[in-house]
């Protein structure tokens, strides 16, 4: 407790000095959790509108779908499969899809667009769509109409109870024609899909399709991305004796993944570049403070006080430094990061073109996620038990005549 006392007295000696210090670590817990928290916030949205909303985290198709997804190369709809897999745990559901291309008519108007035939109940549980009607209705198990897209209806100038046509080829070949009324308008966050989504009840697509009992994919529906890994081989196990694959979503979004991973390197190369100029920072601080208390240093040893003891208080000095700066950083950063994942930021022009040219929701997300805050903690006091290495050897290693003289 002394100790303490000792080294909390000692860094309010020279407030000037400590309030330096601890603004330096203050910015850099700032700028770092505020630059994870963004760069990981944004990945998770990316994610969410590219992945969660379409595709899922894990799919299971016939074992040749996926290299030229043609209608086709269906499988077979298998409630013990679906009831096996969902006993997997981590595992929330098993959604059944079936999707191809279809020519969509309107009056004048015509355009190529992906159907997609779900089970509105149990997809809502996964992409939450039904949060995303702006207009009508969200479907019914067994309905018969279908909802488009909100840019894809505002080309088409498409509205609720509207009818429209599709034709397509359907399973084997056959002709696939059939007039749907439009049930609702739905926003899909990723923007590719909300030029070309059509969505209708799964029974309604297989009639369309000629396709009863079959589908292009099931998708299993679990409880965080992060337990891809750990739930895909379980599936593979599941799977794997029916002539059927499980994909993850790295293997179906490669170029996303891709793209996120050479970002993430970018950003963490641009903490290391922050942190090691804060380190520097730090350090010279640190340098300066041990050349003005030389002289101090040797009369307290010269009264008696173990160097060991005196390396005690300056290390708890330290310390207290890295508290100060780190606490109210973080103070700082929680309002900072509360705010930003309310109210993301929204990209417009150029900039929001390209994203859309990635097939991603123009915003700039944040992530609360604890373990930004938690790293950003560990990194700081790393940096400071790495400084404190040379007050501490100089401290053990000093000349008491040298440093009275000083």
Do not use: C
């Amino acid at each position: 407790m002394e100790i303490l006392k000792l080294a909390w007295r000692n860094i309010w000696r020279n407030k000037r000095r400590t309030i330096i210090t601890a603004a330096s670590l203050m910015f850099a817990v700032i700028f770092g959790i505020t630059m994870r928290s963004m760069q990981l916030g944004t990945y998770d949205s990316m994610i969410d509108s590219a992945v969660r909303q379409y595709s899922g985290f894990i799919q299971v198709q016939d074992t040749s779908y996926w290299k030229e997804k043609t209608i086709d190369d269906l499988m077979m709809d298998s409630l013990q499969l679906r009831h096996e897999i969902e006993k997997l745990d981590g595992v929330v559901n098993v959604l059944p899809r079936l999707e191809s291309f279809a020519l969509i008519s309107s009056g004048k108007k015509t355009k190529g667009a992906m159907l997609q035939g779900i089970d509105p109940l149990l997809d809502d549980q996964m992409t939450q769509i039904s949060d995303k009607v702006v207009k009508g209705r969200f479907l019914t198990r067994k309905d018969e109409g279908i909802l488009v897209s909100q840019r894809l209806a505002a080309f088409l100038n498409i509205n609720v109870n509207d009818t429209i046509v599709l034709i397509s080829q359907g399973y084997h070949g056959v002709t696939a024609a059939d007039v749907f009324p439009v049930r609702g308008i739905v926003k899909i966050p990723n923007p590719k899909l909300d030029k070309s989504l059509l969505i209708t009840s799964i029974s309604k697509a297989q009639d369309f399709y000629g396709a009863q009992g079959m589908l292009t994919s099931m998708v299993v529906n679990i409880e965080a991305k992060n337990r891809v890994d750990e739930i895909l081989p379980e599936v593979k196990a599941i799977v794997g004796n029916n002539k059927l694959i499980a994909l993850g979503w790295t293997e179906m979004n490669k170029e996303l993944k891709q793209q996120i991973d050479a970002d993430s390197g970018s950003g963490q190369i641009m903490l290391a570049i922050l942190y090691i100029v804060v380190f520097f920072g730090i350090l010279g601080t640190i340098i300066m403070m041990t050349a003005e208390r030389q002289k101090e240093f040797g009369v307290m040893v010269a009264l008696g006080m173990q160097k060991w003891y005196l390396s005690i208080i300056v290390f708890v000095e330290t310390i207290f430094l890295g508290f100060v700066g780190v606490i109210l950083g973080a103070f700082v950063s929680l309002g900072i990061v509360a705010y930003f994942y309310d109210s993301p930021i929204h990209i417009t022009g150029e900039m929001a073109e390209i994203y859309e040219q990635f097939g991603i929701e123009p915003i700039l997300a944040f992530s609360n996620d604890f373990t930004i805050f938690l790293n950003q903690f560990l990194i700081v006091f790393l940096l400071l038990f790495i400084a404190v290495i040379y007050p501490l050897v100089k401290i053990l290693t000093f000349n008491i005549i040298t440093a009275l003289r000083a």
